[in-house]
């Protein structure tokens, strides 16, 4: 399934003293992307959360490729790159208005039970959104 990216406006208060988004706010965008993708999907992030799942971020790996300035709109992608019971990978693309790659990474995280106090098979817990996740999984040949 291939999903519709992300739209958003970049703010002034995200830039820096040059005019260009500081490094730290693409990373708080690959969150906001993420809670959108779940919502696209159709289980939306507080759904999770009420049944007592949340994704707790294991990692993050990224690379800044072109600078993006304020008032600028960027399209970020999301796109499911690994699936297991207990963790998930995630690939991010953000993308200027004039088309040109700004910014890749990859967050991984493993879903995680606040009752029990760790992480948790997801396909056990919440085998509806496990199922909405494989659906988006990018294939091993790089096509969705």
Not at 7 to 35: C, F, P, S
Not at 98 to 116: I, M
Request: proline share 3%; aromatic share 12%.
């Amino acid at each position: 399934m291939k999903m519709e990216p992300y739209v958003r406006v970049t703010q002034y208060h995200e830039t820096d003293q040059m005019g260009i988004i500081n490094h730290i706010n693409y990373i708080k965008w690959l969150e906001e992307a993420r809670v959108d993708f779940l919502e696209k999907l159709g289980y939306g992030y507080e759904k999770s959360v009420e049944q007592g799942i949340d994704f707790a971020v294991l990692g993050i790996s990224c690379r800044y490729l072109k600078m993006t300035r304020f008032r600028e709109t960027v399209k970020i992608y999301v796109t499911g790159k690994v699936l297991k019971p207990m963790r998930m990978t995630l690939a991010y693309q953000v993308v200027g208005e004039d088309g040109s790659l700004r910014f890749t990474a990859e967050s991984e995280h493993c879903y995680y039970s606040s009752a029990k106090g760790l992480p948790v098979a997801l396909n056990k817990e919440l085998p509806e959104l496990y199922a909405l996740m494989e659906s988006c999984m990018e294939a091993e040949d790089g096509n969705s």
